[in-house]
């Protein structure tokens, strides 16, 4: 600090003042570089998600074909979804029932899984390694593998089934067991999920199992008043993920429809239809008929349905808090 004495000198007491102008070059300056670093990011955020996402929506709206000029044509394709498409609300209600059941199963089942494999204390690398496996097989494998397995006639599924008197179903070749066999499946693949529930159970603190075994809780209450509160977070991100992962169920459906019906060519949802969900009724509309304009459209209303679902779980998990709402257990 310095100040200005009558004599002309400078004393202590008083800070330098930067001149004004000086001082805006200097947080101009600032500000470019921080936008310098922040460039790439942003660029790849324009190119790959708003320009994409804003074309889509304009797309829509119109009569594409991806090589004709884009004719406007309003809400013309948004009313053929909701009044003329036959095959529309069969790949909704597809779509609704995996998103109702194999989603909860796929928690629930890495859930217990993880679980069983924090309580083990040897051999736990190995079966941690081999629950985890099957997450890394690729997609399209291991649907092709499933179908071979689940095969009515050859399979060795229905087989082990029959050795005890138990006569296999159709699977993949029967309308009420098709999406029965693709949550099967996504249990199987669920290592992912189930890492990420393990991560969480091992940090839950000791401590507290100790005060409430100590406190008398028996295993349901120290899970659902120790156990539950510490890992709802990851409870919640596993399900909105699983949720978003359903509602744009794809390639699992459409290769075993496929290989199921042993035809690739054949009309997508083998069999009767029953494993045509949202998202393959898309690529269809897309790719196989070339009505980009209604695939957009079908995009759009897949994006906001996607949202509307993420925001509803988020809002619903921020009202609820196991720790402020749960009881003394004794």
Wanted: net charge positive; glycine share 8%.
């Amino acid at each position: 600090m310095s100040t200005l004495t009558a004599t002309g000198t400078r004393s202590a007491g008083a800070p330098d003042a930067a001149p004004a102008p000086a001082l805006r070059a200097r947080h101009r300056r600032n500000r470019l570089r921080v936008l310098l670093f922040l460039a790439p990011g942003l660029v790849g955020f324009a190119v790959f998600l708003v320009y994409p996402l804003v074309m889509t929506v304009w797309l829509s709206f119109t009569n594409s074909n991806m090589i004709s000029p884009a004719q406007f044509v309003g809400l013309r394709n948004y009313r053929f979804m909701l009044d003329s498409d036959p095959q529309i609300w069969q790949a909704v209600r597809n779509t609704g029932w995996l998103v109702v059941i194999m989603v909860p199963a796929q928690v629930l089942f890495a859930l217990g899984v993880a679980m069983v494999t924090a309580r083990l204390k040897a051999g736990a690398g190995l079966f941690r390694t081999l629950f985890y496996l099957p997450a890394l097989a690729p997609p399209v494998a291991a649907t092709v593998a499933f179908v071979c397995m689940f095969n009515p006639s050859s399979g060795p599924v229905n087989q082990l089934l029959g050795l005890v008197g138990i006569h296999g179903p159709l699977w993949f070749d029967s309308p009420s067991w098709s999406k029965p066999a693709l949550t099967l499946l996504a249990l199987w693949g669920s290592g992912t999920v189930m890492v990420i529930f393990l991560a969480a159970l091992l940090d839950v603190p000791a401590e507290q199992y100790e005060a409430a075994e100590l406190d008398g809780a028996n295993p349901w209450q120290r899970f659902r008043y120790v156990t539950l509160p510490a890992i709802s977070p990851v409870v919640l991100f596993a399900t909105v993920t699983g949720v978003i992962a359903g509602l744009q169920y794809f390639t699992q459906a459409m290769v075993a429809a496929q290989v199921a019906n042993g035809n690739i060519q054949a009309a997508p949802g083998y069999p009767n239809g029953s494993t045509m969900t949202f998202p393959e009724e898309l690529y269809t509309s897309g790719f196989n008929q070339f009505h980009a304009g209604y695939a957009c459209a079908l995009a759009v209303v897949l994006f906001l349905v996607s949202m509307a679902f993420t925001l509803v779980l988020l809002r619903r998990a921020s009202g609820f808090n196991p720790q402020e709402t749960q009881e003394t257990p004794l």
